[in-house]
């Protein structure tokens, strides 16, 4: 069993930035990524960020490179989403999830485990 917790989330202007964090707890060390996915109202869950567990290596979608970061710190078994340059379209609540499928990136079916959602309000 994993347990995942959101953080952070709130209202932030255009172009302001946010950290999210997402600490996990159980059995992390069946992790093999983390990802940060996101839901606006009446849309479907959209892929935003992941990253290897052990490796640190990183995979983003399209609408969120070069603007968002995501980091992990082992110690603290923690998850990061740095957000910079926000837009209204990155309005949303935000999700954590771990994977244990070793290759798992942007679809939510290769997820195991979700935490409850952090609200991300980006207004002028």
């Known amino acids: 069993q994993v347990q995942l917790a959101e953080s952070g989330g709130g209202l932030v202007q255009i172009g302001g930035s946010l950290r999210l964090s997402c600490a996990t707890s159980?059995?992390?060390?069946?992790?093999?990524?983390m990802a940060w996915f996101r839901q606006a109202p009446g849309k479907e869950r959209e892929f935003v960020a992941t990253?290897?567990?052990?490796?640190?290596?990183?995979y983003y979608a399209d609408s969120v490179k070069g603007r968002f970061t995501i980091s992990r710190d082992n110690a603290k078994n923690t998850v990061y989403l740095q957000m910079n340059s926000l837009k209204p379209e990155d309005t949303a609540v935000y999700y954590c999830?771990?994977?244990?499928?070793?290759?798992?990136?942007?679809?939510?079916?290769?997820?195991?485990?979700w935490g409850q959602g952090t609200r991300v309000t980006v207004s002028s």
């Open positions: 159980g059995r992390t060390f069946s992790m093999y990524a």
């Open positions: 990253i290897n567990w052990s490796a640190g290596s990183t």
């Open positions: 999830a771990a994977a244990s499928y070793p290759r798992a990136r942007e679809h939510v079916y290769e997820y195991d485990y």
